[in-house]
């Protein structure tokens, strides 16, 4: 059984930073792929930024290319996304996914966490 869990969101004005954290624990590989998607109201879920195994950054959508910094720590079975100079368009409910292939269909899910940002 693996176990995902998300932490770290919150309440923000426009500008400021936030971090999220996510921790894996379970019958998961070391070699697994993590990242974080975020879903929006009324919007399907999309990618944010993805990160192997060996600390190499996958991707990050365009849409925070420059903003936001995903890193992790191996020996925790952590990821992390710094964001920074958020914008409204931000807000949505931010999901931890880990799993072989970070596109693939068979990752493992958190809760989510909420991040909302005002203007």
């Known amino acids: 059984q693996v176990h995902v869990v998300e932490s770290g969101g919150g309440l923000v004005q426009a500008g400021d930073s936030l971090r999220l954290s996510c921790a894996a624990s379970g019958q998961i590989s070391r070699r697994a792929d993590m990242g974080w998607f975020r879903q929006a109201p009324g919007k399907e879920r999309e990618f944010v930024a993805g990160i192997n195994w060996l600390g190499i950054v996958i991707k990050y959508a365009d849409s925070v290319k420059g903003r936001f910094t995903i890193s992790r720590d191996n020996a925790k079975n952590t990821v992390y996304l710094q964001m920074d100079s958020l914008k409204p368009e931000d807000t949505a409910v931010y999901y931890c996914?880990?799993?072989?292939?970070?596109?693939?269909?068979?990752?493992?899910w958190g809760q989510g966490t909420q991040v909302t940002v005002s203007s």
């Open positions: 996914a880990a799993g072989e292939n970070i596109f693939g269909a068979n990752n493992y």
